[in-house]
């Protein structure tokens, strides 16, 4: 930034300010577990830790906790989505809800098929003023990541928040690798943001199949889905790289970027194998 002061904000990355006044200060907060939390954004740090303690977000024991209490606390209202709400499903009738093609294609084409139940490129879009991100999701597959697939992509959802001066989608955050442990993950995204009016979306796991997920804001947020678009949509067919093979984040596959770049739904065909 040719030598210009960069600004801290230690809400951007969910820490409290503790008397930190310069990146540096952030970085060396929790230098035991940094290196599970230096991401494109910044370190991501929970709130309610104190100096000292294990990082709330690498110990197992906490992985189901969100904002500094429980994940069933009253002080999160969850939102339970319909396959309706979800842009990206090019077929209504699947066999799983946030399957991306019909039963009749079972037969005729069985590679097709077995790739076919995964949700990449399906997005939900909603307005909330909520301080925090919660979600909880079920999964199909027991496996949670591959090889050529990381676990934030193969298993883990993505949010964006769009930027209003830039006039321009942002990432905000996204499942960690250490998040999911089993086909039922629960957690928080991000918390101890301003409570403001947000214009969101969030993408979802990359590979494994989705069988429900409900989103969780603040008990006395506002949370207004927005329906998908109803105009023509962008149609991806490839192999591994369109289904988003060695992509980071869910959001980040190359036909999910274009679609955003062009401002289009997206119907994601790409077919890993």
């Known amino acids: 930034m040719d030598g210009a002061k960069e600004e801290v904000r230690p809400e951007r990355?969910?820490?409290?300010?503790?008397?930190?006044?310069?990146?540096?200060?952030?970085?060396?907060?929790?230098?035991?577990?940094?290196?599970?939390?230096?991401?494109?954004?910044?370190?991501?740090?929970?709130?309610?830790?104190?100096?000292?303690?294990?990082?709330?977000?690498?110990?197992?024991?906490?992985?189901?906790?969100?904002?500094?209490?429980?994940m069933n606390d009253q002080?999160?209202?969850?939102?339970?989505?319909?396959?309706?709400?979800?842009?990206?499903?090019?077929?209504?009738?699947?066999?799983?809800?946030?399957d991306r093609m019909p039963p009749k294609i079972r037969e005729s084409l069985p590679n097709v098929w077995a790739n076919s139940h995964s949700s990449t490129g399906m997005c939900v879009f909603f307005n909330t003023d909520t301080s925090a991100f919660h979600v909880k999701y079920k999964l199909g597959f027991p496996q949670i990541g591959e090889p050529n697939f990381n676990?934030?992509?193969?298993?883990?959802?993505?949010?964006?928040?769009?930027?209003?001066?830039?006039?321009?989608?942002?990432?905000?955050?996204?499942?960690?690798?250490?998040?999911?442990?089993?086909?039922?993950?629960?957690?928080?995204?991000?918390?101890?943001?301003?409570?403001?009016?947000?214009?969101?979306?969030?993408?979802?796991?990359?590979?494994?199949?989705?069988?429900?997920?409900?989103?969780?804001?603040?008990?006395?947020?506002?949370?207004?889905?927005?329906?998908p678009r109803r105009k023509a949509p962008l149609v991806y067919y490839g192999t591994s790289i369109v289904h988003g093979a060695y992509s980071t984040r869910a959001g980040l596959g190359i036909a999910q970027i274009l679609a955003r770049k062009l401002n289009m739904p997206l119907i994601n065909l790409g077919f890993s194998g």
């Open 151 to 227: 676990v934030s992509a193969f298993s883990g959802v993505d949010l964006y928040i769009y930027d209003t001066r830039e006039k321009r989608w942002r990432w905000a955050a996204a499942t960690l690798h250490n998040m999911v442990r089993d086909q039922n993950p629960q957690m928080t995204l991000i918390a101890d943001l301003p409570s403001k009016k947000r214009k969101c979306r969030m993408y979802m796991p990359m590979r494994n199949q989705l069988l429900e997920i409900s989103i969780g804001v603040d008990a006395d947020a506002s949370f207004e889905l927005v329906p």
């Open 75 to 98: 002080r999160i209202r969850w939102h339970r989505l319909k396959s309706s709400d979800f842009e990206g499903k090019g077929w209504p009738e699947t066999e799983s809800p946030f």
């Open 13 to 70: 990355y969910g820490i409290r300010n503790r008397g930190l006044k310069s990146m540096q200060d952030v970085l060396s907060y929790a230098p035991a577990v940094m290196d599970c939390h230096l991401e494109s954004q910044g370190a991501h740090l929970k709130g309610t830790l104190k100096e000292g303690d294990p990082c709330a977000r690498c110990n197992p024991d906490e992985r189901k906790r969100g904002g500094g209490f429980p």
